[in-house]
T-cell receptor
Framework: DVKVTQSSRYLVKRTGEKVFLECVQD?????MFWYRQDPGLGLRLIYF???????EKGDIPEGYSVSREKKERFSLILESASTNQTSMYLC??????????????FGEGSWLTVV | DAKTTQPPSMDCAEGRAANLPCNHS???????VYWYRQIHSQGPQYIIH???NNETNEMASLIITEDRKSSTLILPHATLRDTAVYYC???????????FGQGTRLTINP
């Protein structure tokens, strides 16, 4: 089974802190994603990466950056956390290629509260 | 982007088949239909996907109409653990991203 692991399930951080959310997948997938999920807004794509050291902005990249130094690991960084970044963050991965039949697998989610 | 329409909520008795409908009338010929579910506080779980033929796996069956404008997810013998929000999604080409709608909140009753 595909496993997408997010290192922290629940975090509480202070405004202005730098926050790292880590994600690791064990299926040698090329593509990895970071979403955030908020009530009434559904899942929104923050960033995605289709290869090591490559990244693309999603729909809401402002206030976030990402890092992909190794194929299996994709990190989301909040340079200076703000209260409006309180949310559930979801990491996902999928095999490479443009085939629409490739399934996207999600991690368990990281609940971030910024106070 | 093709959009989907699902009923906001449904109930089903434990042990019965749960049939979840989805309308995707603007789907393109090469777009797949995906189903995910999300149990509270967890990440979305992949269930099944299909293009135009009906599909079955160990979790569910997917019935897609011949014109591809709608589909039905069938959980053949629903259990209490199937209580979740179920999302029907049309896969957008190119960007590899999924666009989730509001989904159907399915409640399985004992």
């Amino acid at each position: 089974d595909v496993k997408v692991t997010q290192s922290s399930r629940y975090l509480v951080k202070r405004t202005g802190e730098k926050v790292f959310l880590e994600c690791v997948q064990d299926m040698d997938h090329e593509n990895m994603f970071w979403y955030r999920q908020d009530p009434g807004l559904g899942l929104r794509l923050i960033y995605f990466s289709y290869d090591v050291k490559m990244k693309e902005k999603g729909d809401i990249p402002e206030g976030y950056s990402v890092s992909r130094e190794k194929k299996e690991r994709f990190s989301l960084i909040l340079e200076s956390a703000s209260t409006n970044q309180t949310s559930m963050y979801l990491c996902a991965s999928t095999p490479g290629g443009q085939g629409a039949g490739n399934t996207i697998y999600f991690g368990e989610g990281s609940w971030l509260t910024v106070v | 982007d093709a959009k989907t329409t699902q009923p906001p909520s449904m109930d089903c008795a434990e042990g019965r088949a749960a049939n979840l409908p989805c309308n995707h009338s603007t789907i393109s010929g090469n777009e797949y239909v995906y189903w995910y579910r999300q149990i509270h506080s967890q990440g979305p779980q992949y269930i099944i996907h299909g293009l135009k033929n009906n599909e079955t796996n160990e979790m569910a069956s997917l019935i897609i109409t011949e014109d591809r404008k709608s589909s039905t997810l069938i959980l053949p013998h629903a259990t209490l653990r199937d209580t979740a929000v179920y999302y029907c999604i049309v896969r957008i080409q190119g960007a590899q991203k999924l666009v989730f709608g509001q989904g159907t909140r399915l409640t399985i009753n004992p």
